[in-house]
């Protein structure tokens, strides 16, 4: 089992920035995947970015080069730090871990609003 907790989110106008974190606590040992996926309302989830425990990543066309997932083994966390966010941005995002199966975070909310 793995349970992950997120932080991070909240309120802020376009063009700004805001960091979320995930860290992972259980078997986390074999977790190969880490990253974040966000649903907006009324649409479905959607990966936005992953890490893997070989070092790769990838992203969403919608979020390349805003968006940079980064991951701290040692601490089981994954970040990611999102830029010049736009309100389409807007949306619940969820941290989830691959080992075997996929594992996921009770979400949090990002609001990109004038």
């Known amino acids: 089992q793995v349970q992950l907790v997120e932080s991070g989110g909240g309120l802020v106008q376009p063009g700004e920035s805001l960091s979320l974190s995930c860290t992972a606590s259980g078997s986390t040992g074999s977790i190969n995947i880490m990253g974040w996926y966000r649903q907006a309302p009324g649409k479905q989830r959607e990966l936005v970015a992953r890490?893997?425990?070989?070092?790769?990543?990838t992203y969403a066309s919608s979020v390349k080069g805003r968006f940079t997932i980064s991951r701290d083994s040692a601490k089981n966390t994954v970040y990611l730090q999102m830029d010049s966010l736009k309100p389409e941005d807007t949306a619940v995002y969820y941290c989830?871990?691959?080992?075997?199966?996929?594992?996921w975070g009770q979400g949090t909310q990002v609001i990109v609003s004038s």
């Open positions: 890490s893997f425990s070989g070092g790769s990543t």
């Open positions: 989830f871990a691959a080992p075997n199966r996929i594992y």
